[in-house]
C-alpha cells in the first residue's frame, strides 16, 4: 500500500491534502474525514451500525498528532478525537470519495437534513 509523503492542512478552506509516494495525492475536505471517522462513534459497534453525522458542514481540524508509523489521529474543532486514520484507511477515502460522498449525501436526504456549509454554525 502507498506511504503517504507529506500532509498538509489548509485551515482556510478547510482541506488536508495528502499526497502518497505512488504519485496520487488528495484533498479531503475536513467535513468528509468528520463524517467518515474509523471510530465507533460514528462507524458503530459492528456492521451496519453506522451513525449519520451531521451538522459538520463547518468543522475544522484542530491537531495532526502521528500514530506509530502508520497512521495520524485526527484531532476535529468539534472535539470529537477517536478515530485513527491509517494510511490505507486515508487512501480509501481519497481514492472512493466521490462515491462515499455521494452515499453520505444520499443518506442525508433520506434522513430529511439539509446540508449548510456556508452558515455560521
Known amino acids: 500500500m502507498p506511504h503517504p509523503v507529506a500532509i498538509n492542512l489548509k485551515t482556510k478552506s478547510r ?7 505512488d504519485e496520487s495525492r488528495f484533498e479531503l475536505s475536513c467535513e468528509y474525514l468528520r463524517v467518515h471517522s474509523p471510530s ?3 462507524k458503530g459497534h459492528g456492521p451496519g451500525k453506522s451513525i449519520l ?6 468543522v475544522n481540524i484542530a491537531n495532526i498528532i502521528p500514530v506509530g508509523t502508520y497512521a495520524i489521529k485526527l484531532v476535529f474543532d468539534d472535539g470529537h478525537d477517536t478515530g485513527i486514520y491509517t494510511w490505507d484507511y486515508l487512501h480509501e477515502l481519497g481514492s472512493n470519495k466521490d462515491i462515499k460522498w455521494a452515499a453520505y449525501l444520499q443518506a442525508l436526504l433520506v434522513a430529511g437534513y439539509e446540508r449548510r456549509p456556508d452558515e455560521r454554525a
Open 40 to 42: 465507533a462513534e460514528v
Open 53 to 58: 453525522q451531521t451538522g459538520k458542514e463547518r
Open 15 to 21: 482541506i488536508l491534502s495528502v499526497q502518497y509516494d
